[in-house]
């Protein structure tokens, strides 16, 4: 029996999913596509948990598609390829809508490729940390495929259309430093310092107040595509709920005692 694709760590209130399927780069296989829904689904779902933190074993995010799982496929006709497919996509895309949709902070911890629905999977998180020996492709085109993933709808969001373009038709490679520059990861440490800034932002997300940084990630997901006025009414619910919250009133105490606070 084959090791699960997918391993979910716990530590207090951050919970941890590891691609773990070092020896294929982490690509993504069939077994992985499920695996990832049901991840991300059973965290989103359980209210104690406050980041998530999506990271890949060994040295690799995740380079792209498994294309010696896919090529299983080949020889079967191209209708029915499409088919299985479509099938996979509704479990695959399901896992990027729970991923930006849950109210969980998502956070990807990114090392070496990032290639292809990597790249998709990492823009789809709230935050993002790379190390040093990141990189990053969109791929797509190397194997006759346009991109999936949300790719097409986060990217352009994070670096504007005209170089999302450019990262998607050209496909080149390019490094933590440029994809620091474009606003794809927000910041670029040492390879052995990753695991521990990420953590630090983790534990300091999950300290914090949890139904205010939940309503800021909704306001700010949700932004794009409202008007002024429509933002500013969400603004004010979202406001008026922090302030019924006891963490207002931990808040407020804790500023004028002089003291940190906590939140609970």
């Known amino acids: 029996m084959s090791a699960p694709p997918l391993r ?5 209130a951050v919970a941890t999913l590891t691609i ?4 294929a780069l982490n690509t993504l296989d069939f077994a992985l596509m499920d695996a990832l829904l049901d991840g991300i689904a059973g ?3 359980d209210d104690s948990v406050r980041v998530l933190v999506l990271a890949g074993a060994g040295k ?3 380079a792209g598609g498994d294309l010696r799982s896919f090529a299983s496929l080949l020889d079967q006709p191209g209708a029915a390829r499409a088919e299985v497919f479509r099938g996979l996509f509704a479990r695959l895309h399901a896992a990027i809508e729970t991923l930006v949709r849950m109210p969980q902070i998502t956070i990807a911890q990114v090392r070496g490729a990032a290639a292809g629905f990597g790249l998709s999977l990492l823009c789809a998180c709230d935050l993002a940390i790379a190390a040093e020996d990141a990189y990053f492709s969109a791929a797509y085109r190397h194997v006759g495929l346009s991109p999936d993933g949300g790719g097409t709808f986060a990217l352009p969001r994070l670096v504007g259309t005209r170089k999302a373009l450019e990262i998607m038709l050209m496909a080149e490679r390019f490094d933590a ?3 620091l520059r474009l606003g794809i990861v927000n910041r670029v440490v040492a390879v052995d310092a990753l695991p521990q800034a990420v953590a630090e932002w983790a534990h300091s997300i999950a300290l914090g107040p949890a139904l205010a940084l939940r309503h ?3 306001l700010i997901r949700e932004s794009s595509a409202r008007s002024l006025s429509t933002q500013l009414n969400a603004e004010a619910e979202s406001f008026m709920a922090c302030v019924a ?6 808040g407020v105490r804790a500023f004028l005692a002089k003291r940190a606070p906590k939140f609970g």
């Open 216 to 218: 800021t990630k909704r």
């Open 20 to 23: 773990d399927r070092a020896e």
């Open 60 to 62: 690799h995010f995740m």
């Open 8 to 12: 979910v760590t716990r530590e207090g």
């Open 245 to 250: 919250d006891d963490d207002f009133v931990e």
């Open 177 to 179: 430093a440029d994809a």
């Open 43 to 45: 965290v989103a779902a």
